[in-house]
Protein backbone atom coordinates (compact mmCIF):
# COMPACT_ATOMS: atom_id res chain seq x y z
CA UNK A 1 0.00 0.00 0.00
CA UNK A 2 1.09 3.61 -0.60
CA UNK A 3 0.64 5.84 2.92
CA UNK A 4 1.47 9.21 3.37
CA UNK A 5 2.41 10.76 6.94
CA UNK A 6 1.91 14.23 7.86
CA UNK A 7 4.75 14.93 10.67
CA UNK A 8 7.99 13.27 10.81
CA UNK A 9 8.42 13.73 14.73
CA UNK A 10 8.80 10.83 16.74
CA UNK A 11 5.26 9.72 16.25
CA UNK A 12 5.31 10.18 12.25
CA UNK A 13 8.99 8.44 11.87
CA UNK A 14 7.49 5.55 14.70
CA UNK A 15 4.50 4.81 12.79
CA UNK A 16 6.36 4.89 9.24
CA UNK A 17 9.25 2.41 10.30
CA UNK A 18 5.62 0.24 11.58
CA UNK A 19 4.36 0.14 8.14
CA UNK A 20 7.70 -0.19 6.07
CA UNK A 21 8.62 -3.75 8.27
CA UNK A 22 5.08 -4.41 6.96
CA UNK A 23 5.48 -4.02 3.26
CA UNK A 24 4.14 -0.66 2.91
CA UNK A 25 5.03 1.94 0.74
CA UNK A 26 5.85 5.14 2.84
CA UNK A 27 5.72 9.11 2.48
CA UNK A 28 6.79 11.37 5.55
CA UNK A 29 6.05 15.12 4.79
CA UNK A 30 7.66 17.49 7.42
CA UNK A 31 7.86 21.57 7.11
CA UNK A 32 10.18 21.50 10.65
CA UNK A 33 13.72 21.67 10.17
CA UNK A 34 14.55 20.02 13.16
CA UNK A 35 12.00 16.60 12.51
CA UNK A 36 13.62 16.47 8.77
CA UNK A 37 15.39 13.88 9.31
CA UNK A 38 15.22 11.15 6.24
CA UNK A 39 18.90 9.19 7.91
CA UNK A 40 16.91 7.81 11.03
CA UNK A 41 14.22 6.16 8.74
CA UNK A 42 15.91 5.58 5.40
CA UNK A 43 13.64 3.26 3.52
CA UNK A 44 10.94 6.21 3.50
CA UNK A 45 10.30 9.03 1.04
CA UNK A 46 10.79 12.33 2.32
CA UNK A 47 9.33 15.57 1.65
CA UNK A 48 10.59 18.81 3.17
CA UNK A 49 7.19 20.99 2.89
CA UNK A 50 4.02 22.03 4.24
CA UNK A 51 1.27 19.50 4.39
CA UNK A 52 -1.51 21.72 5.17
CA UNK A 53 -0.54 23.60 1.50
CA UNK A 54 -2.57 22.42 -1.60
CA UNK A 55 0.28 22.80 -3.50
CA UNK A 56 1.92 20.50 -1.62
CA UNK A 57 -0.19 17.66 -1.79
CA UNK A 58 -0.74 17.75 -5.72
CA UNK A 59 3.30 17.60 -6.21
CA UNK A 60 3.54 14.44 -3.57
CA UNK A 61 0.83 12.76 -5.51
CA UNK A 62 -1.75 12.07 -2.62
CA UNK A 63 -4.24 11.68 -5.16
CA UNK A 64 -2.40 8.11 -5.17
CA UNK A 65 -2.21 7.20 -1.91
CA UNK A 66 -4.26 4.37 -0.47
CA UNK A 67 -4.44 5.98 3.19
CA UNK A 68 -3.26 8.78 4.94
CA UNK A 69 -2.27 9.77 8.35
CA UNK A 70 -2.10 13.19 10.20
CA UNK A 71 0.55 12.56 12.62
CA UNK A 72 1.33 15.73 13.73
CA UNK A 73 1.83 17.43 17.42
CA UNK A 74 -0.65 20.43 15.89
CA UNK A 75 -4.29 19.26 15.81
CA UNK A 76 -5.04 22.11 13.22
CA UNK A 77 -2.69 20.69 10.96
CA UNK A 78 -3.87 17.72 11.17
CA UNK A 79 -7.21 18.80 10.22
CA UNK A 80 -6.38 20.59 7.09
CA UNK A 81 -4.58 18.00 5.93
CA UNK A 82 -7.07 15.44 6.24
CA UNK A 83 -10.03 18.18 4.83
CA UNK A 84 -7.75 18.51 1.84
CA UNK A 85 -6.64 14.68 0.97
CA UNK A 86 -10.45 13.90 1.41
CA UNK A 87 -12.07 16.74 -0.32
CA UNK A 88 -9.50 17.61 -3.10
CA UNK A 89 -7.49 14.24 -3.92
CA UNK A 90 -10.77 11.99 -2.49
CA UNK A 91 -8.18 10.03 -0.45
CA UNK A 92 -10.42 6.78 0.74
CA UNK A 93 -8.87 6.54 4.27
CA UNK A 94 -7.96 9.27 5.98
CA UNK A 95 -6.17 8.91 9.99
CA UNK A 96 -5.62 11.53 12.30
CA UNK A 97 -3.95 11.85 15.34
CA UNK A 98 -5.41 13.88 18.27
CA UNK A 99 -3.25 15.63 20.69
CA UNK A 100 -5.46 17.61 22.36
CA UNK A 101 -8.58 15.44 23.78
CA UNK A 102 -10.33 18.72 23.80
CA UNK A 103 -10.39 18.76 20.55
CA UNK A 104 -11.83 15.55 19.91
CA UNK A 105 -15.48 16.61 18.58
CA UNK A 106 -13.44 18.41 15.56
CA UNK A 107 -12.14 15.22 14.24
CA UNK A 108 -15.08 13.82 12.26
CA UNK A 109 -16.44 13.23 8.42
CA UNK A 110 -16.65 16.47 8.20
CA UNK A 111 -13.15 17.50 8.70
CA UNK A 112 -12.17 14.46 6.36
CA UNK A 113 -11.65 12.25 9.19
CA UNK A 114 -12.61 8.46 8.91
CA UNK A 115 -10.54 7.47 11.73
CA UNK A 116 -9.10 9.53 15.03
CA UNK A 117 -6.95 8.21 16.78
CA UNK A 118 -4.29 9.28 20.10
CA UNK A 119 -1.70 7.02 20.35
CA UNK A 120 0.69 5.76 17.21
CA UNK A 121 -0.51 2.03 17.95
CA UNK A 122 -3.64 2.52 17.53
CA UNK A 123 -3.16 4.82 14.25
CA UNK A 124 -1.25 1.69 12.82
CA UNK A 125 -3.40 -0.90 14.09
CA UNK A 126 -6.34 0.62 12.52
CA UNK A 127 -4.37 1.43 9.21
CA UNK A 128 -3.55 -2.17 9.33
CA UNK A 129 -7.28 -3.11 9.88
CA UNK A 130 -8.38 -0.99 6.77
CA UNK A 131 -6.07 -2.08 4.06
CA UNK A 132 -5.05 -6.30 5.51
CA UNK A 133 -8.35 -7.96 5.14
CA UNK A 134 -7.33 -11.68 5.74
CA UNK A 135 -4.07 -10.89 7.40
CA UNK A 136 -2.72 -11.19 10.62
CA UNK A 137 -3.05 -7.31 12.62
CA UNK A 138 -0.45 -7.96 16.37
CA UNK A 139 -2.24 -5.62 18.84
CA UNK A 140 0.08 -6.56 21.80
CA UNK A 141 2.13 -9.53 23.65
CA UNK A 142 0.45 -11.19 26.43
CA UNK A 143 2.53 -11.38 30.04
CA UNK A 144 5.70 -13.27 29.86
CA UNK A 145 5.47 -13.13 26.07
CA UNK A 146 3.83 -16.58 25.77
CA UNK A 147 1.35 -15.38 22.89
CA UNK A 148 0.69 -12.54 20.95
CA UNK A 149 -3.16 -10.70 21.34
CA UNK A 150 -4.01 -10.64 17.80
CA UNK A 151 -6.52 -9.56 14.85
CA UNK A 152 -7.58 -10.70 11.80
CA UNK A 153 -10.74 -9.40 9.68
CA UNK A 154 -12.57 -12.17 7.79
CA UNK A 155 -12.72 -11.79 3.42
CA UNK A 156 -16.61 -11.89 2.14
CA UNK A 157 -15.09 -14.98 0.48
CA UNK A 158 -13.43 -16.75 3.79
CA UNK A 159 -15.26 -20.55 4.25
CA UNK A 160 -15.58 -19.25 8.06
CA UNK A 161 -18.31 -16.87 7.18
CA UNK A 162 -21.36 -18.19 8.25
CA UNK A 163 -19.89 -20.55 10.39
CA UNK A 164 -20.10 -20.55 13.95
CA UNK A 165 -17.68 -20.39 17.01
CA UNK A 166 -18.95 -23.83 18.06
CA UNK A 167 -18.11 -25.53 15.04
CA UNK A 168 -14.78 -23.87 14.48
CA UNK A 169 -11.82 -25.77 14.33
CA UNK A 170 -9.24 -23.75 15.53
CA UNK A 171 -4.83 -24.44 15.73
CA UNK A 172 -3.50 -25.50 19.00
CA UNK A 173 -2.64 -22.78 21.72
CA UNK A 174 -4.59 -19.84 20.77
CA UNK A 175 -8.78 -18.71 21.16
CA UNK A 176 -10.87 -16.12 20.44
CA UNK A 177 -11.07 -13.73 22.62
CA UNK A 178 -13.91 -11.50 20.96
CA UNK A 179 -15.39 -9.98 17.55
CA UNK A 180 -15.40 -6.87 16.20
CA UNK A 181 -18.82 -6.22 14.30
CA UNK A 182 -19.58 -2.53 12.66
CA UNK A 183 -17.39 -1.22 15.32
CA UNK A 184 -18.64 -3.23 18.52
CA UNK A 185 -17.27 -5.58 20.73
CA UNK A 186 -19.29 -9.37 20.52
CA UNK A 187 -18.73 -11.52 23.41
CA UNK A 188 -18.23 -14.76 22.31
CA UNK A 189 -20.35 -17.60 22.38
CA UNK A 190 -21.04 -21.26 21.05
CA UNK A 191 -23.61 -20.15 18.32
CA UNK A 192 -21.82 -16.98 17.25
CA UNK A 193 -21.70 -17.34 13.23
CA UNK A 194 -18.84 -15.31 11.49
CA UNK A 195 -19.80 -12.17 9.31
CA UNK A 196 -18.09 -10.80 6.72
CA UNK A 197 -15.84 -8.02 7.64
CA UNK A 198 -15.65 -9.02 11.08
CA UNK A 199 -12.45 -9.13 13.02
CA UNK A 200 -11.58 -12.04 15.34
CA UNK A 201 -9.56 -11.40 17.89
CA UNK A 202 -7.61 -14.12 19.33
CA UNK A 203 -4.53 -15.08 21.66
CA UNK A 204 -2.41 -17.55 20.11
CA UNK A 205 1.34 -18.37 20.13
CA UNK A 206 3.57 -17.55 16.97
CA UNK A 207 3.70 -20.39 15.56
CA UNK A 208 -0.23 -20.83 15.27
CA UNK A 209 -0.55 -17.51 13.46
CA UNK A 210 0.45 -18.89 10.25
CA UNK A 211 -2.30 -21.54 10.52
CA UNK A 212 -5.24 -19.10 11.31
CA UNK A 213 -4.47 -16.81 8.71
CA UNK A 214 -4.73 -20.16 6.34
CA UNK A 215 -7.46 -20.90 8.15
CA UNK A 216 -9.17 -17.36 7.43
CA UNK A 217 -8.15 -17.46 4.02
CA UNK A 218 -9.82 -20.63 2.94
CA UNK A 219 -12.97 -19.56 0.49
CA UNK A 220 -15.69 -21.15 0.88
CA UNK A 221 -16.97 -24.53 -1.51
CA UNK A 222 -19.17 -23.38 -4.36
CA UNK A 223 -21.93 -25.20 -6.05
Not at 147 to 157: C, D, F, K, M, S
Not at 167 to 188: E, I, N
Request: proline share 4%; glycine share 8%.
Amino acid sequence: MRIAIAGAGAVGRSIAQRLLDAGNKVLLIERERAHYRPELVPDADWMFADASDLGTLRTAGIHMCDVVIGAAGDDRANLVFALLCKTEFAVSRVVARINNPANQWLFTESWGVDVAVSTPNALVIAVDTAVAIGDIVKLTTTQGSAGNIVEITLPAASGLVGTSLADLTLPADCAVVSVLRDGQLVTPHPNLTFDAGDGIVLVATAAAESDIRTLVRRNRPTG
